[in-house]
C-alpha cells in the first residue's frame, strides 16, 4: 500500500478536505504575519478569502513569493491572484502552480492546462486529466463563456470518438461553423454512451462538447421530432425502422 503524500488531508468519511491540503507550510514567524496580511486583503476584497476560495487557492504561497518578499503590493479588489497558487480542484489549476506535478491521494502526477498569449488575448488548455470529470468540463466551458469571456478556452484533442452518417456532415457543419449547437440522437449500440460535458473528436467535425443529454422511450418523443418534416429521406428512413430507446444529445464545437 503507498503512502499517502502529507500535504492532503482527509475528512472523516474519507473524502479529501480541500481547505487543508495543498497549502503550503509556513513558520511560525511567518504564519503570524500572512495571517495579518489576510485579514488585511479580505478587508479589501470584501470577504474572509479563507473561508471564500481556500477549498481552491494555496493563499501561503502566494504570500511567500509575491508578500514577504516586496515583489507586489496589496492587491486591489478586482485582481486576481497569481497562478502560483491554484489547487489541483480550481477550474484552471495550470502548468504555473505549484502543485503541478505533484501528486495525488493515488500517487499519480497532477497536470494542469496550459496558458498561452495569442495577441492581445490569453488562451487556456486544460490537460487531458482536467476532462475526465464532465460536470467541471461544463463548468469550465461556462466560466469561459461568463467571468472569463475575454481570454480563450480550447480543448486538447479527444481520444474518444463520435461518428454522424455520410449525408448529415453539411448541415452539421453549417450549424457548427455559425456558431450554433448541433443535435443527434443515439441508438441500440450507442444508446447512454455519451456523457454530459463529455468532449468527442470527429475528424470532419473537430472537437464536440456535450452540453445536453436525455433519454427517451422512442424518436418520436423528442423535441427534435418536430421538425421530421425537414428531415432528408435517408434520416427519416434511419430513425423510423428502429423505433427503440434513444439518446438525445445536444453537442457544440470546442
Known sequence: MHKKPSYIVYNKDGTINNWKSYNTKLSISDARKFYKWIAEISKVKGKNILETDGNVYDFPIFWLKFIKNKQTKLMTKEEHFDDIGKKPNHLTFSTQSIWHNALDSN???????????????????????????????????NLFKTVEKNSI????????KIEF?????????????????????????????????????????????????????NITQSPY??????????????????????????????
Open 153 to 160: 478556452l480550447v480543448f486538447p484533442k479527444s481520444k474518444t
Open 165 to 217: 452518417p455520410k449525408f448529415e456532415y453539411d448541415k452539421l457543419l453549417k450549424r457548427l461553423d455559425n456558431g450554433k449547437s448541433i443535435i443527434t440522437h443515439r441508438i441500440e449500440y450507442y444508446y447512454g454512451k455519451y456523457n454530459l460535458g463529455g468532449i468527442y473528436y470527429n475528424k470532419i467535425l473537430g472537437n464536440l462538447l456535450v452540453i445536453k443529454t436525455c433519454y427517451f422511450a
Open 225 to 254: 421530432y418536430k421538425d421530421f418534416k425537414n428531415w432528408s429521406k435517408e434520416q427519416q428512413i434511419q430513425h423510423l425502422i428502429n423505433l427503440k430507446p434513444v439518446q438525445y444529445i445536444e453537442l457544440i464545437r470546442v
Open 107 to 141: 500517487n499519480i502526477k497532477l497536470k494542469g492546462g496550459k496558458w498561452k498569449k495569442i495577441k492581445n488575448k490569453w488562451m487556456f488548455m486544460p490537460s487531458q486529466q482536467q476532462i475526465v470529470d464532465g460536470q467541471k468540463v461544463i463548468e469550465l466551458y
